[in-house]
């Protein structure tokens, strides 16, 4: 079965001005309703997380940008194919021309399963060699976003380490001290359009939530500073990195003017020129779609290339993160770093299943920890999986908001199902995700 | 008594009711879809389309629940096709000859029933396009989300353009076919008895007039001056004998 075509468009000066709830800088306007093929059907509005879709049946319908989270949950879900994204390809096929640059390619986990739909195979043949090949094909360096992820388990796990021992455990040790306002529960921070989400409708909650960047922004960093100093020996400067993402929210995430931490840090260590204008740890986004534009713009065909080895050490990552992608997969990965450190033991077995996967859009489960600073007695951690905001996530933030909230640590998927279903991801014209709040399928990685 | 009753009170209301609304159901959603006014008039064209769609459903299921023979007995003379049915295209009744001067066919009508070939046809395309309407509207409005974008792609195009083609059918065929039948028009139209004289039902529809109407005698009647007058006989239905 083939996938629908998404139109884009390319940004505009309007892009980058801020305004309204952006600020200078921020993506805005990332997915907009062509009004000429919106017939109005009013699907869309039901599926927007934010509300930001006005219109009514019948009546063609536009998004607010000031309210939109630009999850496209939209866009996926519009039968009409009426709702477009804005693309970065032109930018980024001009940075591959030019010898100048070079071009890394940062790689979410759930790219790889759908890519392969693009070019007409099933979802997941597409093998990471085959995948990793392509992208160099086209011109590319690779930083896999999975040890990126690997990177934003370490620090979220440990993070949420922190949390327990100074919460829970009365731990109030001067570099503990900073928890004092980070309260549980913990909610991770890897999904922008969840974080969006929180500073528009929920600041209250904005304490709560991870301080760990997402796996993208991680990377984008790391490239420019480590990877680029110790591994690569090129100037950061000349450095252009990319998403490739299954969401079209990272678009805006990469956006975020307080995502430049590798320019304060090269700066810092005198690694930069005085005069140097401030750079984005990552300068572009591109969609699953996107891509996949880019290798028939390029004339690759995935699924035809040969598969390589890794090269460089930036191509390789852990099972850890490759469940990332899976709607409680970022949970399960850090409760794996946190049951060790607690416990001071590997967990019984490493799967811990119950949060995994997609049945409902609220999975609940305990996780007894025996803690090492009690003497190993047990403590029962309560865990929640939120996928998709829409629906589900209210009564939750709700609970946290009074003080009534059962769980520890709160995983937030916008998507339904976590980012195998994210708005950058090929667009099913049998709309798979659209029965997905009734019947929900489950979507593995 | 020179008259029988071709449209019941309940076909009358069914038929009548559907035909309003269906207009009304039919410009809205035109409108609507072809986008000839504005946001605020489309809102509120629509908020009629859907309550028309309300008063079009119930009278549809009221119909068929509340005068189940009628709808057998529409349905059985629609359904029920004979040598005369099919021999009724080979001058598509006479009309193109009367209305066109398009010599097309013998000159005679093979004898029709209740409803002529052409009208069969019409009208069970209409039955069926009623039906598929209320569904799929109806689902479109309460149940996106059970249906996968596929599913609901299909049946907004079947719709949206079912509901076009039949009205273009029913505004250019079926009215001015109907406006020229005048007997039959008034039958289901006016207000009062669905009745049409024997002389027409005998012309327009032998078959039917042969088959299911019976001619009784009368028999130890009076008349309104409490005479005896037992000449001549009345219609009735063969079934009702
Ligand atoms: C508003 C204009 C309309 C007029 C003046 C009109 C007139 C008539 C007349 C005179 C008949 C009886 C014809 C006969 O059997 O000899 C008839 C039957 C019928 N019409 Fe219409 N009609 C109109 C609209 C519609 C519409 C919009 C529909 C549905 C799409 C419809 C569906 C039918 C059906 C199903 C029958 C056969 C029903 C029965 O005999 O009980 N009509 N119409
Ligand atoms: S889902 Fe698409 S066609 Fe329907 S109202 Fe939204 S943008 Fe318009
Ligand atoms: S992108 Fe997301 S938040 Fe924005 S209008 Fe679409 S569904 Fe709503
Ligand atoms: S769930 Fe994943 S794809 Fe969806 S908005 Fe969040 S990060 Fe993006």
């Known amino acids: ?445 | 008594m020179d008259k029988v009753l071709k449209f019941s009170v309940t076909e009358k209301i069914f038929h009548n009711v559907n035909a309003v609304s269906w207009y009304v159901l039919a410009i809205t959603g035109i409108i609507v879809y072809f986008n000839l006014a504005g946001s605020e008039t489309k809102n509120f064209l629509m908020q009629i389309h859907i309550w028309a769609g309300v008063v079009f459903t119930f009278n549809f299921l009221a119909f068929i629940f509340l005068a189940p023979h009628r709808f057998y007995i529409l349905m059985k003379n629609l359904l029920e096709w004979d040598k005369d049915t099919f021999a009724w295209f080979k001058n598509l009744g006479g009309y193109p000859r009367r209305f066109f001067k398009i010599n097309i066919g013998p000159e005679e009508v093979a004898p029709q029933g209740k409803f002529n070939a052409g009208q069969k046809l019409t009208y069970l395309f209409f039955i069926f396009m009623i039906i598929a309407l209320i569904v799929t509207g109806w689902f479109l409005y309460f149940a996106k989300h059970s249906m996968g974008k596929g599913l609901f792609l299909m049946f907004f195009y079947l719709h949206v353009w079912g509901s076009i083609i039949t009205t273009l059918i029913a505004t250019f065929g079926h009215i001015p076919l109907s406006i020229a039948n005048k007997e039959d028009l008034l039958a289901m139209w006016r207000i009062g008895p669905g009745t049409v004289s024997l002389k027409w039902a005998k012309h327009h529809n032998p078959k039917w007039f042969q088959n299911d109407v019976i001619m009784r005698p009368l028999q130890n009647c009076r008349d309104q001056y409490g005479k005896h007058n037992c000449k001549g006989s009345v219609p009735i239905f063969r079934n009702e004998k």
């Not at chain 1, 043949?125 to 896999?144: C, D, Q, S």
């Not at chain 1, 014209?429 to 990685?445: E, F, H, V």
């Open chain 1, 1 to 445: 079965m083939g996938v629908q075509k998404i139109a884009t468009f390319s940004p505009s000066e309007k892009t980058f001005t801020g305004g309204g709830t952006f600020l200078p800088g921020e993506v805005k306007g990332i997915i907009r309703i062509n009004p000429n093929k919106c017939v109005g059907c009013d699907t869309c509005r039901h599926h927007c997380p934010a509300g930001a879709i006005k219109g009514s049946l019948g009546v063609t319908h536009h998004i607010e940008e000031d309210l939109c989270l630009s999850c496209g949950q939209c866009l996926v879900n519009c039968p009409f194919g009426a709702i477009e994204q804005m693309s970065f390809l032109d930018e980024v096929l001009s940075r591959l021309k030019d010898p100048d640059y070079t071009v890394v390619a940062i790689i979410a986990p759930a790219v790889r399963v759908a890519l392969a739909e693009e070019f007409g195979a099933p979802p997941g043949t597409l093998t990471v060699h085959r995948m990793h090949a392509a992208f160099k094909k086209a011109g590319f360096r690779i930083y896999e976003n999975n040890l990126a992820a690997d990177q934003t388990i370490m620090e979220e796990g440990y993070e949420f380490i922190a949390k327990v021992k100074y919460w829970l455990l009365g731990d109030k040790t001067p570099e503990l001290e900073k928890f004092a306002e980070h309260p549980l529960p913990h909610f991770t921070s890897c999904c922008p359009a969840w974080i969006r989400y929180a500073e528009l409708y929920w600041p209250d909650i904005l304490p709560h939530i991870s301080g760990a960047k997402s796996p993208q922004q991680m990377a984008g960093a790391t490239v420019k500073t480590w990877v680029a100093l110790r591994l690569w020996n090129i100037d950061p400067r000349k450095i252009y990195t990319v998403g490739i993402m299954p969401c079209t929210a990272k678009i805006y995430e990469a956006s975020r003017p307080e995502f430049k931490s590798a320019f304060y840090w090269l700066k810092e260590k005198g690694h930069l020129p005085e005069d140097t204008p401030p750079f984005p740890d990552v300068d572009a986004v591109l969609t699953t779609r996107d891509a996949a534009e880019l290798f028939r713009c390029l004339n690759i065909n995935p699924l035809n290339v040969s598969p390589e080895k890794e090269t460089d050490i930036t191509e390789v990552y852990t099972g850890g993160a490759t469940i990332f992608g899976n709607s409680g997969g970022v949970t399960e990965a850090a409760l794996r770093t946190a049951y060790c450190v607690l416990s001071g033991q590997e967990p019984s077995s490493w799967n811990i299943e119950a949060v995994r996967g997609h049945t409902t859009g609220v999975r609940t489960a305990k996780l007894a920890i025996p803690l090492k600073p009690l003497g190993g007695k047990k403590a029962n951690f309560h865990i929640c999986v939120v996928n998709g905001v829409k629906n589900h996530l209210e009564p939750i933030l709700e609970d946290v908001v009074i003080g009534k909230s059962p769980f520890h640590f709160i995983e937030v998927m916008n998507c339904p199902g976590g980012c195998i279903n994210g708005g950058g991801q090929p667009v099913n014209p049998m709309g798979t995700s659209w029965i997905d709040p009734l019947l929900p399928l489950p979507l593995k990685a």
